[in-house]
């Protein structure tokens, strides 16, 4: 670990990391700039999420969630704004559902 707690891994490990992964879940990952974090490839966008008349209501945002998760993805997009607040409040019930420490939210 560097002094920000950041784990340095070789670039070998990494890419055996990133593989290893992959084989499993089948989902592409990279790391998110000097992060250290390990992301999907693909990040969901939330902003439909409880949007009257054009989006998806609860239950079919926490459908779609299930079935990104249970692809490999680990990255969600969400904004205060999207559907005035409502995407949040679908993905905050969501949470419970997964392990936090899995997912890295936008």
């Not at 084989?23 to 966008?45: A, D, F, H, P, Q």
């Not at 680990?74 to 419970?96: K, M, Q």
Request: contains cysteine; hydrophobic residues 35%.
């Amino acid at each position: 670990s560097d002094s920000s707690g950041t784990r340095n891994l070789s670039l070998k490990s990494a890419h055996c990391k990133i593989a290893e992964i992959e084989e499993v879940n089948k989902m592409k990952y990279r790391y998110l700039g000097s992060s250290g974090m390990l992301v999907s490839r693909i990040t969901l966008g939330t902003m439909t999420f409880g949007a009257p008349d054009w989006g998806c209501d609860e239950n079919e945002s926490h459908i779609i969630l299930k079935k990104y998760f249970d692809a490999g993805g680990n990255h969600i997009d969400c904004a205060d704004v999207y559907a005035g607040g409502r995407s949040e409040e679908i993905v905050g019930t969501f949470l419970p559902q997964i392990n936090r420490d899995d997912l890295v939210l936008a």
